[in-house]
């Protein structure tokens, strides 16, 4: 049973990255917060940054001085649990099933996922998701520098990108397998009653069954398991198609993060004060804009002091996500 703090009844705001794909945001981090928030059936609203949609710190959670953002103390989750506001996971912590299947999404889901977005596809879903409101010149060396960081996390150099292709499938494979067979039948994967295991797997499957494409092969390995594209396709019209017509979180779109993420007054009325929390990110998000543009200086210095074996960017990497 979902444990909710005294803190439901102020204002939280998620914010995340824009909606595509029919998703409410089809980041493969911001999906399943979203999801998670809507399991506990926790109030807030939805708004989107669209000028820095690869930051680390997106996803995150404020309500007045308080933020929890993605990159801070194991993710916004994880933050929310620790600081009372909302907790399904109280009575799971200790079921060794849970955290072991709960360690398998985070690792080998979550690095499949990154290979197809980034590497093992022509990076068009990746564009879109994060890049669509870029600039073409800015947003096509960001992604050329994703693929690289990505290939760097994962070990993928040219001499062993066959095997860690295979390697990759083949745990995604194995966890689909393992989670199919948990899941049966039932609403939820636990005692069919939801936990972050669930929004964190029904996450990375409406993303894989939306936002990549038909070729991918992570897809058709999903697509095996009838029952997971069941439990995933009923959750979505129960928790995203039926809020968007109902009592769900109120979408709005922020064009900056100077931009307030909560309802704004009239034009008559005074201009509210900053909140702490505003402040915070936009003063981030200074740094932020700045360590992209040196990032992107220095890729492209990179780029042209080195030869294309050093960088390990081979062609395809180029792709036509943005042609």
Known sequence: MAQVGERESEEFTLVTTKPYFDLPTACPLCLPLFIYLKLAHFPFSLSFNSIFPDSDQIPYVESGTYVAYNNENGGVIENLKRDGIVDLDSEFLSVPDWVAMKAMISSWLADAMMYELWVGSDGKSACKIYYSDLSWPIGKVLFLKQVYNIKQRLGITKDNAEQMEDEIY????????A???????QNFLFDDRPSSLDATFLGHVLVTLHALPETSVLRSKLLEHGNVVRYAE??????IESSSSSSGPQFRSV????TPKRGSKPKSQPKREK???EKTFKRRARYFLAAQLLAVLLFLSLMGGNDAGDMELDDEDEGNAFD
């Open 170 to 177: 083949k745990r995604a494979e194995i966890a689909y397998g």
């Open 179 to 185: 989670l199919s067979t948990r899941l049966g039948d």
């Open 255 to 258: 064009p900056s993060s100077s």
């Open 234 to 239: 009923k959750h979505r019209t129960e928790l």
């Open 275 to 277: 909140t702490e929390g």
